[in-house]
């Protein structure tokens, strides 16, 4: 494996993903671990990331000195790049030219972390201190026309500096670079990939829960809990029960649906919760979005809870937590503001004694898709957009009535519909239609009628973190507004959302 020592960058988490993209394991560790525990992980070598500090400040981070006595291979990157130079008595300074974005580099010497390239690339750059004086030991590999020495290397001692980021598809063959340092440099074996973690895993699970105990996983049909429950599945079969409660402000016949999938695809009876009555009951009334989480969140323990107790005993709980979840940037980012909580189940009682188990924790969420196809989830779970654990709470604005929620699902159902048929479906990240307390006139045959204004939202995104509206032909527009104003009773209005993320939000609440 290789690890990465993450010094803040916000893409230390893209360098993780490339070198597994080069089918080597990659863990990211923060800055300050110690050499010690290094050791322990035996990585075959270690990358620096960038960051935002310059490595001359007062209290800039610095690694422990004893991993340059480790004999592995060391790639810097960026700041990374930096603390190579300051460590082995180079300089670095402000820069009298800054570099940011594209900057072509000329490469100088033939070394492995250059194999398998032209003489000259585009690279990617973003740095306001460069190397001045290169330390001993090391020589310039590459240049540009800003950064005399862009690229560093010492052979011997296989250390690499690089000022610029070979992680971002903006360099040309990055990931070729990455996967040099890797496979040619650490000597790490290209073994990683989603069948071999799903043999292992399977092996690990089986060991770890033993032959006589049993897991309870709650499913909603998303990608994560779908995946975790293949997988304990295959695992574990007939000791897994999976559980899918039903709140009532789910999609258009979503509960049926995901009932039928697990059964007809994964062989997997799921223990059905309509608890529909519970949630609404609780909810009435309530207009504060985060007070609907808390909600639904506590009320998401107690269903479980009552599952717990009358299908139990469980001794395992298994969740779908991710490797961005997992770990946390040894750079403290300082208290973010909670702009929205997204946790769903709010805390089960410790007399449950349930322990955890999380196959996926390792896994970034592209890989999980990969493990996803492979253990046979089909493609109607897969290819659904991402529902908020919460549902149809965030999309109805106000309080949640019951012609709200009847509006809000079946002009959702309208829009999903519209774009399946324009070829839009699977190119945009969610859609849905939202509905709130404002009204708006329109006419039905001859009458007036005061109807719920509806609104369209369509958002493409990557990650979630940042998202802009789709630009529909507006004849799709039209369709989807046409259809809601004539079919969904009480519609009058449709309004499309267009505001982007920041400073939107996807959801409207
Ligand atoms: P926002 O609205 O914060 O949404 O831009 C980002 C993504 O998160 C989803 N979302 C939630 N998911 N529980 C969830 O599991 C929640 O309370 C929640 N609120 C928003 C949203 O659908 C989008 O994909």
């Keep these: 494996k290789i690890v990465v020592l993450d010094f803040g ?7 993780c993903r ?180 799903i043999d292992t895993t399977v092996k690990e699970i089986r060991e770890q829960v033993g032959k006589d105990k049993r897991v309870l996983a709650a499913v909603s049909g998303g990608i994560d809990s779908t995946t975790v429950a293949a997988l304990m599945h295959r695992a574990i079969g007939k000791q897994l029960s999976c559980v899918f409660i039903n709140h009532g402000l789910l999609r258009q016949d979503e509960e049926k649906e995901v009932v039928r999938l697990f059964k007809e695809h994964l062989g997997i009876d799921l223990i059905y919760v309509n608890a529909e009555k519970r949630f609404l009951s609780r909810l009435k009334g309530v207009t504060d979005p985060e007070k609907k989480r808390k909600i639904i969140g506590d009320q998401f323990a107690k269903e479980f809870v009552t599952v717990a107790k009358k299908h ?48 996926l924790r390792f896994l970034y969420k592209d890989e999980v898709r990969k493990v996803a196809k492979l253990l046979e989830v089909p493609d109607e779970l897969l290819k659904r957009h991402p529902f908020p654990g919460p549902g149809l709470a965030v999309r109805i604005i106000g309080a949640i009535t019951p012609e709200k929620t009847r509006i809000a699902k079946h002009a959702s159902k309208i829009v999903e519909d519209e774009l399946k048929a324009a070829g839009y479906y699977d190119k945009v990240w969610q859609a849905y239609a939202a509905v709130g307390d404002d009204r708006a006139v329109g006419v039905l045959g001859d009458e007036r009628v005061y109807g719920h204004v509806v609104m369209v939202r369509v958002v493409e995104s990557i990650d979630a973190m940042t998202a802009d509206w789709t630009r529909l032909p507006y004849d799709v527009i039209e369709r989807i507004s046409n259809r809601i104003t004539n079919e969904v009773e009480g519609a009058t209005w449709v309004t499309y959302a267009v505001s982007s993320k920041p400073p939107a939000t996807i959801e409207p609440q």
């Design 312 to 359: 139990g005993p469980f001794q395992w709980l298994a969740q779908g937590t991710l490797y961005p979840d997992v770990i946390e940037s040894g750079v403290s980012k300082g208290p973010a503001a909670v702009i929205k909580t997204h946790h769903n189940v709010g805390g089960l009682p410790k007399w449950l004694k349930l322990q955890v188990i999380e196959p």
């Design 18 to 197: 490339r070198i597994r993209e080069a089918n080597v394991y990659c863990e990211l560790v923060p800055y300050n671990t110690p050499a010690k525990a290094l050791k322990e992980m035996d990585p075959k070598g270690i990358i620096f990331s960038g960051g935002p500090a310059s490595v001359y400040a007062k209290g800039a981070p610095k690694p422990d000195r004893q991993i340059f006595a480790m004999g592995k291979p060391i790639l810097g990157i960026c700041y990374g790049h930096q603390v190579l130079v300051d460590n082995f008595g180079g300089k670095v300074k402000r820069a009298a030219s800054r570099e940011y974005g594209r900057a072509g580099l000329k490469i100088d010497d033939d070394s492995d972390l250059f194999k398998n390239l032209d003489t000259s690339i585009n690279c990617w750059m973003s740095h306001g201190d460069a190397a001045e004086k290169v330390p001993d030991g090391f020589k310039v590999i590459g240049h540009t026309e800003n950064s005399q020495s862009a690229a560093i290397g010492d052979h011997e001692r296989k250390m690499y500096g690089i000022q610029f980021h070979p992680e971002v598809v903006h360099t040309e063959r990055g990931m070729q670079i990455l996967k040099n340092f890797a496979q040619e440099i650490s000597g790490a074996k290209p073994e990683w990939d989603m069948q071999s973690f």
């Design 9 to 15: 960058s916000q893409y230390s988490h893209l360098i």
